[in-house]
């Protein structure tokens, strides 16, 4: 049973990281070093801490990229 659980969420941890790469990807930022996009990252969450204004306009411009999936 333990097992079961352990290879589950195993599973799961997989299947966020693949989906979190292929939001760098959508991004447009694949061939981007690796330091870089770390860097952003830590840098956008420090921000998004201090500025829900920054993390609401963030949002909109992240579900306006959603909804161009099918463009």
Known sequence: M???SSTEAR???TREKIELGGL???AGLRYEKRAVLLGALIELSQRLKADDAERMRL???GAKAFGN???
């Open 69 to 71: 999936d099918g463009e």
């Open 24 to 26: 760098i990807a959508k």
């Open 59 to 61: 949002a909109a411009v």
């Open 11 to 13: 599973r799961q941890d």
């Open 2 to 4: 333990r097992q079961a």
